[in-house]
């Protein structure tokens, strides 16, 4: 049962292109969706991430849309690098129910491959 | 700060055999998590804690087992090892479960291979 499901599973795109990358989630307990992106053989670290009251957000060359009717969200990549070449996860604050009490478990995505050629 | 940081990085276990996967961090979180990352499964939770002597199992538990006796330190433990444990294992750390802000911080990882 995938609660946040991400798309493509990977993507090759030129030097300067703009790859996106799509996720759709379930029920979540509050509006934070981040993005953590992973190098060969490291640990995933955060990238970006959008919180409450806002459907887009913009750091650098990386921007998240973000669309609550459609439990949707998305990362694009503009003027992409070889440099930018990584797994990319989403993830989202699934809604957990347990003794009463309701919380935001955070759920990745099954990632992305990005390869971005010179 | 070293963050977090994971011993070893890389293992060969034989079927059957028996290991504990380290995990320290310095960042005073309470929170810790398992992860175990396969090609194109994503990262899946295996246990998480919300502080010392407290754990909870997470999506894939079956297999492994946690202690949590101090904030720091975050060990998992395989008893009986299986060539579908054959994975990379992450463990993270993050400051709250809760709340509007849940930025988990993430060790360089454990390359573990079951044969």
């Known amino acids: 049962q995938q609660q946040v499901k991400q798309s493509p599973q990977s993507l090759i795109v030129q030097k300067g292109g703009i790859p996106i990358i799509n996720c759709a989630y379930e029920?979540?307990?509050?509006?934070?969706f981040p993005w953590y992106q992973q190098f060969p053989g490291k640990g995933p670290a955060l990238l970006i991430a959008?919180?409450?009251?806002?459907s887009e957000k913009k750091e650098g060359r990386f921007t998240i849309s973000f669309n609550k009717s459609a439990k949707q969200f998305s990362l694009h990549i503009m003027d992409s690098q070889p440099g930018d070449s990584a797994t990319y996860f989403c993830?989202?604050?699934?809604?957990?129910?347990?003794?009463?009490?309701?919380?935001?478990?955070?759920?990745f995505g099954q990632g992305t491959i990005l390869t971005v050629h010179p | 700060n070293a963050g977090v940081t994971q011993t070893p990085k890389f293992r060969i276990l034989k079927i059957g055999q028996s290991m504990t996967l380290q995990c320290a961090q310095d960042?005073?979180?309470?929170?810790m998590y398992w992860y175990r990352q396969d090609p194109g499964m994503g990262l899946k939770l295996i246990y998480y804690?919300?502080?010392?002597?407290?754990?909870d199992k997470g999506e894939v538990p079956n297999g492994y087992n946690v202690s949590r006796s101090t904030t720091e330190d975050f060990p998992l433990r395989l008893e009986l090892a299986a060539p579908s444990q054959t994975s990379v294992y992450f463990c993270?750390?993050?400051?709250?479960?809760?709340?509007?802000?849940?930025?988990?911080?993430f060790g360089p990882g454990t390359r573990l291979t079951v044969l």
């Open positions: 993270a750390s993050s400051y709250s479960l809760l709340g509007t802000y849940n930025e988990q911080f």
């Open positions: 029920n979540t307990a509050f509006d934070y």
């Open positions: 959008i919180r409450p009251d806002v």
């Open positions: 993830a989202a604050p699934i809604l957990r129910r347990a003794g009463g009490t309701s919380y935001g478990k955070l759920t």
């Open positions: 960042m005073n979180h309470n929170y």
């Open positions: 804690s919300v502080g010392a002597g407290i754990t």
